[in-house]
């Protein structure tokens, strides 16, 4: 059984109580179309478990497969500074076929960011390192595709559809 290395902490994106009894992670790549497919089921995963879930994200860009896999997480991480990960992240995901600068540009309007410091900020790799941090847990933790979860620190190696994950979280939660 694989374990996750990283625990979650402080530096992750959380939405969930901080004291709920499961902790679901994901790494995902927002070009990935399974992770775009998983992405509104996790949603319905936290509406069901409402606080007795914590849900986190990492980044996991698969950039040898998703030429805009990195660029997409690195808006991410410039709308987090921003104090808006989490808008960026569903839109990110909501708008997967569009990957690219104009989306980005787009959606960082959109959530009232300033889009030129945005540009820069990839222009430079200001985000680069964060999502190399992200990427290099997920090895440590033996992820090698997206998305992989993670279950109160265990892998999760079933299915990623809606039945399974709670089923597997239903489990968590009973031992913890």
Known sequence: MSM???????????????DAPCTLVEYGDYECP?????????KRVERHFGKRLRF????????QIHANAQSAAETAEFAANEGKFWEMHDLLFE?????????????AAQLG???AKL??????????????NDFTGGVRSGVNG???????GQRH???ADFDHLVKAIEAAITRS
């Not at 986190?56 to 950039?63: E, M, Q, S």
């Not at 708008?95 to 959606?107: I, K, M, P, T």
């Not at 540009?119 to 999502?131: C, D, F, I, K, W």
């Open 4 to 18: 996750l290395k990283n625990p979650v902490g402080s530096e992750d994106h959380i939405q969930g109580d901080e």
């Open 34 to 42: 399974h992770c775009g497919a998983a992405h509104p089921v996790i």
């Open 56 to 63: 986190a994200f990492r980044n996991f860009p698969l950039t």
């Open 95 to 107: 708008n997967q076929e569009q990957l690219g600068n104009d989306l980005y540009d787009e959606l």
């Open 113 to 115: 960011l300033d889009v």
């Open 119 to 132: 540009q820069e900020a990839l222009e430079n790799g200001a985000y680069t390192r964060r999502v190399r």
């Open 146 to 152: 997206t998305p992989t979860f993670f279950i109160n």
């Open 157 to 159: 190696n079933g299915p």
